[in-house]
């Protein structure tokens, strides 16, 4: 794999410097088939039924083509794959639209901020996605013209981290935010965002409803240093994509915890909303008064919630199953390490298994996976530490890597570490806190360590990896593998695609879109 690897690495280099960035033919982007949006469908399950990588050829897998994204050390955004082209963010704000095939340029457009979350296709060839700016935009698939562009939120601090969500017309918007930062500043009068789901008019960009994940209006609660006013209840964000529940006409989602107290019902919950107005129809919290920011991790305390907790998002979204028997259930996983089995007609607790030590950084950072076919669960497990993060209320050993759980039970089937691909790395770490990807018989794994690993989904033994960390010749310029973080990776039929240089948190950052593929018959 090495000689191949640089083999196309000096064909790729000579091409980027003889001709510059290749841009496609004029036709515009076959709209005909699209992906499924963060969760391959509206049950989160991402598991890509389609592929036709298997544990027999996953080792066949070659480096295709690699797009430089910007120079901006740290990209977010989730893939959309058509049939002839993928559509990606970038830190800097520009969605780019590649051919599939070579990486060439089809077009171009520049959102002005952060492109934080998976690109959504609709009906009508529209494209949705949403930025750290707090906006959610509809962009024409063909040609990456604007349809129309919304706020979310009107907090400063309001962004759009979790992935929209498209469904009959509508597109399901989570509202997160960066006020848990801001709280830092010691003259800042702490908290007063709260988390959402909003949503609109697909087609149109029109407002249709929201509803907050607290039930009453943050008010002055104190003051501080005799002036300062301190506002609660606040937070409880929706980091990520919602799960839609179609028999019941119910979203489900996942929320965080209080920015400052005292805390409210719905903080570290799992709720259930109506699709047609968004009444609450059930919610379970499963960690109770956990108020917190990052003030709480520096010298600048004044902000701190006394009695802080220990930060226990729900920043993977709940995937929705169907148990062979015909019951319902809702997976959810947990930053504490937990992850939980609920009834999905009113959230009553079926099962937990406490599946990493769990931390601030997970735990379950960002995202599960199931095998719908065979009712496996697949776990992320980073149980990373960070020099100026203090995980509290952990338990036990780090065990980072990935897990396979039976969805029926809960009972662990097997643990595959993720550990020893750092050697004295600078700014590396262990443990798996991207989200995971599931396809025919195998599980695929973006590290900490920049590091894309697959494992066998029946027995946990690694099948196959690649390296993306350092200096990777593209089809652009020079581009920066680093670490694994988010979303992770995209399968697709014969290809698969994946972001690597997520500099959050002491990682190591880059710019590298790296696509891979089955050699053409």
């Known amino acids: ?20 960035q290749t841009h496609c033919d004029n036709r515009k982007i076959d709209t005909s088939a699209t992906g499924g949006g963060w969760g391959y469908g509206l049950d989160n399950h991402r598991y890509q039924a389609d592929s036709r990588i298997t544990p027999a050829n996953v080792q066949q897998l070659e480096l295709a083509w690699v797009f430089k994204l910007d120079d901006k050390k740290d990209p977010h955004s989730f893939p959309l794959v058509t049939r002839d082209s993928v559509v990606v963010g970038s830190r800097s704000g520009v969605l780019h639209a590649l051919g599939k095939d070579s990486g060439c340029l089809r077009w171009q457009f520049d959102a002005g901020d952060d492109i934080r979350t998976a690109i959504v296709a609709g009906d009508g060839g529209l494209i949705y996605f949403g930025t750290a700016g707090g906006e959610v935009i509809a962009l024409n698939l063909a040609d ?16 759009v981290t979790g992935s929209p969500t498209y469904h009959d017309g509508r597109l399901y918007v989570p509202v997160s935010s960066f006020e848990m930062f801001v709280a830092v500043i010691p003259v800042y009068p702490c908290c007063d965002f709260q988390g959402a789901v909003v949503v609109f008019d697909a087609k149109t ?48 989602i996942g929320t965080g915890e209080n920015y400052s107290a005292p805390a409210s019902a719905n903080s570290d919950s799992i709720m ?24 709480c991790e520096t010298p600048f305390t004044a902000n701190c919630p006394e009695n802080a907790g220990p930060d226990f998002d729900f920043g993977a979204p709940p995937i929705l199953h169907t148990l062979p028997g ?17 009834n999905a007609k009113d959230g009553e607790e079926i099962w937990r ?60 089937l097997w643990h ?10 600078e700014d590396c770490h262990e443990g798996v806190s991207a989200s ?23 027995t946990g033994e690694p099948v196959w990896s690649f390296d993306t960390w350092g200096p990777l010749t593209a089809v652009n310029g020079l581009a920066e593998g680093g670490s694994m973080d988010v979303h992770g990776a995209y399968v697709d039929r014969a290809m698969v695609f994946v972001s690597s240089g997520y500099n959050s948190f002491d990682q190591k950052g880059g710019n590298a879109f790296v696509a891979f593929r089955l050699p053409k018959e």
């Open 205 to 252: 960009g029109k407002y249709l409803w929201h509803r907050n994940t607290i039930d009453e209006p943050a008010k002055k609660v104190g003051t501080r240093w005799f002036v300062i006013p301190r506002y609660a209840p606040s937070g409880v964000p929706v980091w990520s994509a919602p799960a839609i529940d179609t028999q019941r006409a119910q979203i489900v």
């Open 353 to 412: 298994y406490r599946s990493g030590r769990g931390g601030k950084l997970g735990g379950i950072h960002w995202g599960m996976a199931i095998d719908p076919r065979k009712n496996r669960l697949f776990v992320p497990i980073s149980d990373r530490t960070s020099s100026w993060i203090i995980s509290r209320d952990t338990e036990g050993p780090a065990r980072s890597g990935v897990i396979a759980l039976d969805i029926a039970t809960g009972r662990e």
């Open 436 to 458: 995971l990807t599931s396809s025919a018989g195998l599980v695929w794994a973006g590290g900490l360590d920049g590091i894309l690993r697959v494992f066998d989904s029946a």
């Open 272 to 295: 259930a909303l109506s699709l047609k107005d968004g009444k609450v129809l059930w919610s379970e919290q499963f960690t109770a008064n956990d108020t917190w920011n990052v003030s």
């Open 1 to 20: 794999m090495n000689k191949r690897r640089v083999l196309l690495g000096l064909l790729l280099w000579v091409t980027a410097n003889a001709y510059g």
């Open 144 to 159: 990456g013209s604007l349809a129309w562009r919304s706020k979310v939120h009107s907090h400063f601090a309001a962004m």
């Open 326 to 342: 015909g019951r319902d259930i809702v997976l959810a996983g947990q930053k504490s390490g937990m992850v939980y089995a609920l």
């Open 416 to 425: 595959a570490p993720v550990v020893g691909g750092c050697n004295n790395r």
